[in-house]
């Protein structure tokens, strides 16, 4: 299944503030509290001030990292308010070349009438 448009808007608008370093940006695209499960730990953000670039810097450190693409997201499930979407993703250097291809689950919620991302599980 597809995921609708304002879903979509969400997803977008986090992978382009990443892409762009724009802390307020992606903060603008979760909400809080917001959880990361990812290599084995689970990262738990009360506020928006408690998120940074930090845990990304240290999962990406050394890799050379420029920016990402999607590749494909797909609805897991989902209901008026909450959905869940597989996402594929590319992770790239500057020069172009490819760092690896990825797997993430996203939960993206209403809350209050704003979709945001809620949680985020990846296979890193």
């Known amino acids: 299944m597809t995921a ?31 959880v990361l499960f990812s290599l084995a730990a689970v990262t738990h953000y009360l506020t928006s001030a408690d998120f ?12 050379g990292w420029a920016h990402s693409t999607w590749d494909s997201h797909r609805v897991l ?13 590319t992770r790239w250097r500057a020069d172009g070349s490819k760092i690896g291809t990825y797997h993430a689950m996203y939960i ?3 809350i209050d009438g ?8 990846s296979q890193l």
């Open 4 to 34: 609708a448009p304002e879903i979509v808007a969400v997803i977008e608008a986090y992978m382009a503030a990443t892409n762009r370093r724009d802390l307020d940006g992606v903060r603008a695209t979760l909400h809080f509290p917001h």
């Open 52 to 63: 940074s670039f930090a845990a990304f810097d240290a999962r990406t450190a050394g890799q």
């Open 77 to 89: 499930m989902s209901g008026p308010d909450k959905v869940h979407i597989d996402i594929g993703f």
């Open 108 to 110: 993206v919620i209403r």
């Open 114 to 121: 704003r979709w945001g991302i809620q949680a985020r599980s």
